[in-house]
Nanobody
Framework: QVQLVESGGGSAQAGGSLSLSCAAS?????MGWFRQAPGKEREGVAA???????SYADSVKGRFTISRDNAKNTLYLQMNSLKPEDTAMYYC???????????????????WGQGTQVTVSS
């Protein structure tokens, strides 16, 4: 199992920016970010495969950017134009999956980070 350690997050005002990082202990084909707000189900935010193919939830398209550095086994999430509804615990995930299925809608996460809180105030 891949060990994942998230960093970043914190608090921001609406319209502001935050960034997240996730250091992985080894390579994974598919990596991504999920989030869970209190009382809500966990949802996929963004995913990226080792070829750089990305997938975003509709709610974050145009505002969030996912990227990865394969040489460093590190995943990133740049969050701009933040909204209060982005407030949640954000989790890094990694896992194997057939090519073309590293998306926010597919279930591929076999390793998970401990989570990092993102809070956006209005």
């Amino acid at each position: 199992q891949v060990q994942l350690v998230e960093s970043g997050g914190g608090s921001a005002q609406a319209g502001g920016s935050l960034s997240l990082s996730c250091a992985a202990s080894t390579y994974s084909y598919c990596m991504g970010w999920f989030r869970q707000a209190p009382g809500k189900e966990r949802e996929g935010v963004a995913a990226i495969d080792s070829y750089g193919v990305v997938s975003y939830a509709d709610s974050v398209k145009g505002r969030f950017t996912i990227s990865r550095d394969n040489a460093k086994n590190t995943l990133y999430l740049q969050m701009n134009s933040l909204k209060p509804e982005d407030t949640a615990m954000y989790y890094c995930a990694a896992g194997p999956v057939d090519r073309g299925h590293c998306t926010t809608r597919d279930k591929w996460g076999t390793s998970w980070g401990q989570g990092t809180q993102v809070t956006v105030s209005s």
